[in-house]
DNA sequence: TCTGGGGTCCTAGGACCC
DNA sequence: TCTGGGGTCCTAGGACCC
């Protein structure tokens, strides 16, 4: 099987913007940020600037460091300029992040040419019509193109091929695995597996043993460049949401009120312009010993309601109202999940759940009527009785 | 490193149902 | 009346990624 998968992946995506538009920043280590570090360019870089570092602490490693403030529009319009290029080289691009995706160039055959040169023609392309540098890694895998990006940028491209995965691999540490970070990493280390080489080594029993299950299995798998998982265009995202710290003050429990509106006001919109409902509100707290914890309510039917979510979230909000008093609240965040297509029709069909033969006529019912691919996962309403069917229109999705 | 804002996936216990 | 086994949903927390 050949390498057919593209991981690109622009470099310092926010400062290289900020480069190409402000000629004076070029060649100088300036970084993106407020408040922390968003982005650092490659000279910053080199000189101890890193992502979600104090400003502060950046300026005390790299004295002299030019900080701008972040411009979102231009970050996306430069990121819609190059998901353009993706889809003009391959109809399989799945997004990963602003400034990631996979792309497939399997199916494009032979005309088109070897998976390099379309990787080489993107790059080109990219620079060119966009004015930015992305690093391309191309290789059989998701995870090992990833890897190769990473380790080829910046502005370069790198092909894995098939007989020469685990040369590749093997020596790198296991921060390069997807999924291990800090915690992992040192549980590893105290079994002194340091490298993906001494992961691949070791069976995956004692993996398990280590970090669990799920965990377990699945770095070893990508210890020996096993990832089945296809690139997956279409996708839509699973929950969106808002936060907003709060610095050092306290806050009366009027201003988390008119904190909250804003964040609801904000995420339920940006999920109407999405046309998404959603059922699951979850709060986010911050505490000013940085401890961190969750409360969530999920509502019976999703909605997109600026009201709904404020009265559930609110709810949540009040029930800990001394305990905030007492911590300090330094960050609130709101998060809405279990989303579906705004469209989407909600039935409840009424039904005895013992008679099978009921439920299939009920489900035929609705297949006639909107299509056999319309019907969402059935819910069982237990306590009334019936079954709530999501009927989706459009099921496959059109991005985010 | 005294800490931003946006996400994903996994696990585990309890409630509830058949 | 007690018990087993299988399954889904909800809630909370943890780790990780960009």
Same mark, same amino acid.
């Given at each position: =099987? +050949?390498?057919?998968?593209?991981?690109?992946?622009?470099?310092?995506?926010?400062?290289?913007?900020? +480069?190409?538009?402000?000629?004076?920043?070029?060649?100088?280590? =300036?970084?993106?940020?407020g408040? #922390?570090?968003?982005?650092?360019?490659?000279?910053?870089?080199?000189?101890?600037?890193?992502?979600? =570092?104090?400003?502060?602490?950046?300026?005390?490693?790299?004295?002299?460091?030019?900080?701008?403030?972040?411009? =979102?529009?231009?970050?996306?319009?430069?990121?819609?300029?190059?998901?353009?290029?993706?889809?003009?080289?391959?109809?399989? #691009?799945?997004?990963i992040?602003?400034?990631?995706?996979?792309?497939?160039?399997?199916?494009?055959?032979?005309?088109?040419?070897?998976?390099?040169?379309?990787?080489?023609?993107?790059?080109?392309?990219?620079a060119?019509?966009?004015?930015?540098?992305?690093? #391309?890694?191309?290789?059989?895998?998701?995870?090992?193109?990833?890897?190769?990006?990473?380790?080829?940028k910046?502005?370069g491209?790198?092909?894995?091929?098939?007989?020469?995965?685990?040369?590749?691999?093997?020596?790198?540490? #296991?921060?390069?695995?997807?999924?291990?970070?800090?915690?992992?990493?040192?549980?590893?280390?105290?079994?002194?597996?340091?490298?993906?080489?001494?992961?691949?080594?070791?069976?995956e029993?004692?993996?398990?043993?280590?970090?669990?299950?799920?965990?377990?299995?699945?770095?070893?798998?990508?210890?020996?460049?096993?990832?089945?998982?296809?690139?997956?265009?279409?996708?839509?995202?699973?929950?969106?949401?808002? +936060?907003?710290?709060?610095?050092r003050?306290?806050?009366?429990?009027?201003?988390?009120?008119?904190?909250?509106?804003?964040?609801?006001?904000?995420?339920?919109?940006?999920?109407?312009?999405?046309?998404?409902?959603?059922?699951t509100?979850?709060?986010?707290?911050?505490?000013?010993?940085?401890?961190?914890?969750?409360?969530?309510?999920?509502?019976?039917?999703?909605?997109?309601?600026?009201?709904?979510?404020?009265?559930?979230?609110?709810?949540?909000?009040?029930?800990?109202?001394?305990?905030?008093?007492?911590?300090?609240?330094?960050?609130?965040?709101?998060?809405?999940?279990?989303?579906?297509?705004?469209?989407?029709? +909600?039935?409840?069909?009424?039904?005895?759940?013992?008679?099978?033969?009921e439920?299939?006529?009920?489900?035929d019912?609705?297949?006639?009527?909107?299509?056999?691919?319309?019907?969402?996962?059935?819910?069982?309403?237990?306590?009334?009785?019936?079954?709530?069917?999501?009927?989706?229109?459009?099921?496959?999705?059109?991005?985010?």
């Amino acid at each position: =099987m +050949q390498a057919t998968i593209l991981h690109a992946d622009l470099d310092s995506f926010y400062a290289s913007v900020e +480069q190409r538009d402000r000629p004076e920043l070029r060649g100088r280590a =300036m970084a993106v940020g407020g408040g #922390v570090i968003l982005a650092a360019s490659y000279e910053a870089r080199s000189r101890g600037v890193r992502t979600a =570092m104090p400003i502060r602490a950046a300026r005390e490693r790299c004295p002299g460091l030019i900080t701008v403030d972040p411009r =979102m529009e231009a970050y996306s319009e430069a990121s819609r300029r190059v998901f353009e290029i993706f889809g003009d080289t391959t109809p399989l #691009v799945e997004p990963i992040s602003i400034d990631e995706a996979f792309l497939d160039v399997g199916g494009l055959g032979r005309l088109v040419g070897s998976p390099e040169l379309i990787a080489s023609r993107l790059r080109e392309r990219v620079a060119v019509d966009v004015g930015l540098a992305i690093s #391309v890694g191309v290789a059989r895998t998701k995870f090992l193109a990833k890897v190769a990006s990473r380790v080829c940028k910046p502005d370069g491209l790198l092909v894995v091929e098939p007989d020469g995965e685990l040369e590749f691999l093997h020596p790198l540490p #296991v921060e390069r695995l997807w999924g291990v970070g800090p915690v992992t990493a040192d549980k590893l280390a105290e079994k002194g597996i340091t490298t993906v080489g001494e992961v691949a080594a070791s069976g995956e029993g004692p993996l398990v043993a280590i970090l669990g299950r799920g965990s377990g299995r699945h770095i070893h798998a990508l210890a020996h460049n096993r990832d089945p998982r296809p690139v997956v265009s279409g996708k839509r995202r699973a929950s969106i949401g808002s +936060q907003r710290a709060l610095g050092r003050r306290s806050r009366t429990f009027p201003d988390l009120e008119a904190i909250l509106l804003e964040l609801v006001d904000r995420v339920s919109r940006r999920l109407r312009n999405g046309h998404r409902v959603g059922r699951t509100v979850t709060l986010r707290f911050r505490f000013g010993d940085f401890t961190r914890d969750t409360r969530s309510r999920t509502l019976g039917e999703a909605t997109g309601s600026t009201a709904a979510f404020l009265d559930a979230s609110h709810g949540l909000l009040v029930a800990r109202r001394d305990e905030i008093a007492r911590r300090r609240l330094t960050l609130l965040g709101l998060t809405i999940a279990n989303l579906s297509p705004a469209d989407a029709v +909600q039935q409840s069909l009424p039904f005895d759940h013992r008679s099978s033969a009921e439920l299939d006529r009920a489900l035929d019912a609705v297949r006639d009527r909107y299509g056999s691919s319309s019907i969402g996962r059935a819910t069982l309403l237990g306590r009334e009785g019936g079954l709530r069917v999501p009927l989706l229109p459009d099921p496959v999705g059109r991005g985010t």
